[in-house]
């Protein structure tokens, strides 16, 4: 009978298994959308690693859950890998907040964006805001890192995205956005569609999935309805009119509004 492994020799055989297979902390942390900090600690024997998140882990790096579990299951590290050092960093800790625009990665949304719901009848500038802003704050509550790097404020309707006008204005005259004027149910509006292709390789795979799914969920929503939503965004009602809405209000959403699944350990973890 095999004897019962303790956290330290499991958090070992981890980071054993990890560094044979060539992936990074942060690769894992990814993987299991935990913080690289978690990660830290699962490997150091401080945080138990959970039963889902090790089928995660067998299924990608391609080991069996049940034979890594045995005493005699030990990783064959053979590679010479540059490791990380096995210490939480500040940059582990606390994350970037503060925006920082990502110019070619933004302009690679807009045009995604655009080439995917240019047809919507409504497909106006206010939709497309609520879009960035959704696509932007799901993606640092889920990966703790910046999308676009757009700064936004609280107004009235909703988000408001920093010198969003006048982004728009320059890639129409370079070429990048066709605009258009058109009507929705007798109300005017503002189209963009894409004039060139967006360059996919500019975004991850991960920063692709975030932007289709917002786009599968909220595309079509009628626009009065959309309006609501973000307005009922806890990183909008903590935030006072006119205010920057700081991205980490983003791991305070409520039910309905958050995209990922915390438990107790990644609590103590960021605390």
Not at 57 to 62: D, I, P, Q, R
Not at 83 to 95: A, I, K
Not at 108 to 136: E, K
Not at 229 to 256: C, H, N, W
Request: hydrophobic residues 35%.
């Amino acid at each position: 009978m095999n004897r019962q492994l303790t956290p330290q020799q499991l958090g070992k055989k981890l980071k054993g298994i990890r560094m044979e297979s060539g992936f990074s902390q942060e690769d894992i942390a990814r993987m299991l959308q935990i913080s690289r900090s978690s990660v830290v600690q699962i490997e150091k024997g401080n945080r138990q690693i959970s039963a889902i998140e090790l089928s995660m882990l067998s299924e990608a790096l391609g080991f069996s859950a049940d034979e890594f579990l045995s005493a005699e299951y030990e990783a064959s590290t053979t590679m010479s890998i540059v490791e990380e050092p096995d210490v939480e960093t500040d940059l582990d800790v606390m994350r970037d907040s503060v925006p920082k625009l990502k110019r070619v990665k933004l302009e690679t949304v807009i045009l995604y964006i655009t080439g995917r719901c240019g047809a919507l009848p409504r497909m106006d500038v206010n939709l497309l805001i609520n879009l960035l802003y959704l696509c932007d704050f799901n993606h640092y509550e889920l990966h703790e890192e910046q999308l676009t790097g757009l700064l936004y404020t609280k107004q009235t309707y909703g988000p408001s995205p920093e010198n969003i006008t006048g982004i728009l204005k320059e890639m129409e005259k370079d070429g990048k956005l066709q605009r258009f004027k058109g009507n929705y149910k007798g109300i005017p509006l503002i189209k963009y569609l894409p004039g060139v292709h967006p360059n996919l390789m500019n975004l991850s795979a991960a920063e692709k999935e975030v932007i289709d799914r917002v786009l599968e969920q909220f595309s079509h929503w009628p626009a009065s309805a959309l309006n609501a939503y973000t307005r009922d965004e806890m990183p909008l009602k903590a935030t006072k009119q006119g205010e920057v809405i700081s991205y980490e209000l983003a791991f305070y959403r409520e039910q309905g509004h958050s995209v990922r699944i915390y438990d107790d350990d990644w609590y103590k973890d960021e605390l």
